[in-house]
């Protein structure tokens, strides 16, 4: 416990008052002897007496000064057990360096960034741990995020529409990215902060990222909670990772304002982002999978910004109690800040989604970040903007194929704020769809429509819904495609 200067100050001066009231005072100077001054004080005190008096009360002054070093020094190693309890390999050595070889002080680093983000919170209980360790505590997180096989439903739809080569489980790849990224994970069952030790056997695949582990730890414990509540339901693909964005991105700005003050936080790569021997590159996950892992970590930290810079932190803690719906939001925090425009949301309804007397496996909304990804693919970036640039809604419905099919049945409707949007679209989307199934001449067909057989699938986009909608439909047989085209356009309202 630190004693407040005040009240230090006020007993130094007490102090001091003693000692002016034995020395201060008028002194009976007597005519003896030469007019010698006399050596007794009022009270009969001789100047030996109060030198003294004088030398104890500045003893004890001293020894106070000792005892608030004590204190200060207990409340220090206090803060360091709270923060290194539950230890596998023993307490940790307090620093925070970067290359020195001396182990971060998670605890003062937790302190430190919880204060500059303005939250009043009590430091991480943290744990070594390997690589597999972590990596297995982010998996368990995530598949509470998405429970049961809805990740590999997911995937197969995905994989339906071709947008990713294979049905896979995303998950363990996305917990490895994860676990490369950061280095650390916060585990709300056992309330720990799970770090990855560098001298850990085997080394780990990455150099941890401490400080913003640290601060996503923090901010998960916080907000986690609030962002992912079982009431809620399923989120969507777009709604999750519109959340998740609003945490990775206010970590990430939280970890940048703490280097801006201690540079030893500054993160230093040694190998580009973009080469192919990068930690991250080296996890074998699609490309559509691997830009939506990272979205919410880049374009969230943009996010994050634009809110700090409206309202300072204030606005970022509101946002979690109103946080982002979709990721258009995220890319353009201006409509999130509207709050009439966050008033009117557009959805794609049916008047029923089952096909064959069969319901759908999968349905989902994707977003707008979806739809920048996929035009990116085999666009350039310009016209894969222009591309998503009107979208309002998406809904992706994914179906069965039976047995023997490499691929399910997949539709996915799209709805622009206008008809130039949606023809902005289309013509984005038709040059996705010639590159991928190596189409050298489309068949001929009326404006707004392509329809094309490749690759043992068949496919068509038309732009439906009075010009503002398109339809594109990928299926492993016509009859499926003409029959789920029928209930995308005949049954729609």
């Given at each position: ?27 009976t ?16 005190e ?29 409340n ?90 294979q ?45 913003l ?39 990430g700005?939280t970890r940048f ?91 794609v ?102 329809e ?6 068949w ?35």
């Amino acid at each position: 416990m630190k004693i407040p200067p005040a009240l230090l100050l006020l007993l130094l001066i007490l102090c001091g008052g003693l000692a002016a009231f034995f020395l201060s005072g008028e002194k009976t100077v007597p005519a003896v002897d030469g007019g010698l001054l006399s050596d007794r004080g009022k009270g009969g005190e001789t100047v030996e007496d109060l030198s003294k008096q004088i030398e104890l009360l500045l003893g004890q002054n001293e020894y106070l000064q000792g005892q608030v070093q004590v204190l200060q020094d207990e409340n220090a190693q206090l803060i360091q057990k709270l923060g290194t309890l539950g230890m596998k390999g023993g307490t940790q050595t307090a620093a925070m360096a970067a290359d020195d070889g001396i182990a971060p002080d998670f605890v003062g680093m937790g302190v430190d960034m919880m204060k500059l983000r303005q939250i009043k919170a009590l430091p991480l209980v943290t744990s070594p741990a390997t690589e597999a360790e972590v990596e297995k505590v982010v998996l368990t997180w995530l598949r509470r995020l998405q429970p049961g096989d809805e990740a590999q439903r997911q995937a197969r739809a995905l994989a339906a529409l071709g947008w990713i080569p294979q049905e896979i489980d995303p998950l363990p790849l996305r917990a490895k990215l994860l676990t490369r990224q950061l280095g650390g994970w916060y585990d709300s069952e056992s309330d720990t902060m799970w770090v990855i030790e560098p001298q850990s056997d085997p080394p780990p695949s990455a150099k941890p990222d401490e400080p913003l582990a640290v601060a996503f730890g923090q901010l998960l414990r916080e907000y986690e909670p609030i962002l992912f509540q079982p009431k809620h339901g399923r989120l969507s693909t777009d709604e999750r990772i519109a959340r998740e964005s609003l945490l990775a991105g206010d970590a990430g700005l939280t970890r940048f304002l703490f280097s801006i003050q201690n540079a030893k936080a500054e993160p230093k790569f040694d190998i580009p982002a973009e080469d192919p021997d990068h930690p991250l590159n080296q996890v074998p996950m699609p490309v559509f999978l691997r830009e939506m892992a990272m979205f919410p970590f880049m374009r969230g930290f943009e996010f994050a910004q634009a809110l700090h810079s409206a309202g300072e932190f204030p606005q970022l803690n509101a946002a979690y109690s109103r946080p982002p719906v979709s990721s258009a939001e995220v890319i353009e925090p201006e409509l999130y800040l509207d709050a009439a425009a966050r008033g009117s949301h557009v959805g794609v309804r049916f008047q029923s989604v089952s096909w064959n007397g069969v319901e759908p496996f999968w349905d989902d909304q994707l977003g707008k970040f979806a739809c920048v990804t996929v035009l990116r693919a085999h666009n350039e970036d310009g016209a894969a903007a222009e591309g998503a640039r009107g979208l309002l809604a998406d809904r992706l419905l994914a179906w069965p194929a039976g047995v023997g099919a490499k691929r399910h049945h997949a539709a996915w409707q799209t709805l622009f704020q206008d008809e130039d949007s949606a023809q902005a679209f289309f013509k984005a989307m038709s040059k996705v769809l010639v590159e991928r199934y190596e189409i050298e001449k489309m068949p001929d067909k009326k404006v707004g429509e392509i329809e094309f057989a490749a690759q043992g699938r068949w496919v068509s986009l038309k732009q439906n819904r009075a010009g503002q909608g398109v339809s594109l439909i990928d299926t492993a047989s016509e009859a499926a495609r003409m029959g789920i085209n029928q209930l995308i356009e005949g049954e729609t309202k």
